[in-house]
């Protein structure tokens, strides 16, 4: 699977958007951006994923760079349930293989 | 969405003793599950694939003696821990994505195993 660079850590403000970026030079024209959030002491649970287009659903949104080589998970307003690490995760279209997680964005919500 | 039970949610035993964990899919069929753990403060690890009605796949370094796996069903996977030492001691999630829809993988909410 494709790398993914995401920064360790993160601080948000509560009730403001945060934008989650997540750099993937080498993604193929096949992968999926899939990004899965862990709460602590949780199994990690699917958030949000996309191709090229830029996606929404009640969770958050997926903006997709033009050329695929970076993406941004975009919470339009941070609460504090949403403190997690957050992983960006390529994957190929269709596979029922592993996810294969990095160390992903350990976001912090602010009171 | 689709839910994935794991139980128990924590578990304490003494070095030695055998531990098993479940891993269901309560509203959906699964044909492949998989087992992952976390150590503290790290990411999660794959350890091994469980599949339907033959062997699971191991990754490597990962012992196949010590962490039996079973797949009896399209719904159900197990994960013992056979003779437990306290370097065991973990986070165990396993995962599972919906038979044909393999896009989305829904995940336990993780067994904390502390061996003594």
């Known amino acids: 699977d494709a790398k993914t660079t995401q920064p360790n850590s993160m601080e948000s403000n509560e009730e403001e958007p945060v934008h989650l970026p997540c750099n993937h030079s080498t993604i193929s024209g096949t992968d999926y951006i899939h990004w899965y959030r862990q709460l602590p002491s949780q199994g990690p649970e699917y958030v949000i994923h996309g191709l090229t287009s830029n996606v929404n659903n009640r969770m958050a949104s997926l903006a997709i760079a033009e050329d695929r080589k970076s993406s941004t998970l975009i919470l339009h307003r941070a609460t504090l349930r949403d403190a997690a690490v957050y992983y960006c995760?390529?994957?190929?279209?269709?596979?029922?293989?592993?996810?294969?997680f990095g160390s992903g964005t350990q976001l912090t919500v602010l009171p | 969405g689709a839910v994935v039970s794991q139980h128990p949610s924590r578990v304490i035993c003494k070095s030695g003793t055998s531990v098993k964990i479940e891993c269901r899919s309560l509203d959906f069929q699964a044909t492949t599950m998989f087992w992952y753990r976390q150590f503290p403060k790290q990411s999660l690890m794959l350890m091994a694939t469980s599949n339907e009605g033959s062997k699971a796949t191991y990754e490597q370094g990962v012992e196949k003696d010590k962490f039996l796996i079973n797949h009896a069903s399209l719904t159900l996977s197990t994960l013992t821990v056979t003779s437990a030492h306290p370097e065991d001691s973990s986070f165990y999630i396993c995962s599972a994505p919906p038979a044909g829809k393999g896009d989305i993988q829904y995940f336990g909410a993780g067994t904390r195993l502390s061996v003594l």
């Open positions: 995760i390529l994957r190929d279209r269709g596979s029922a293989r592993q996810l294969t």
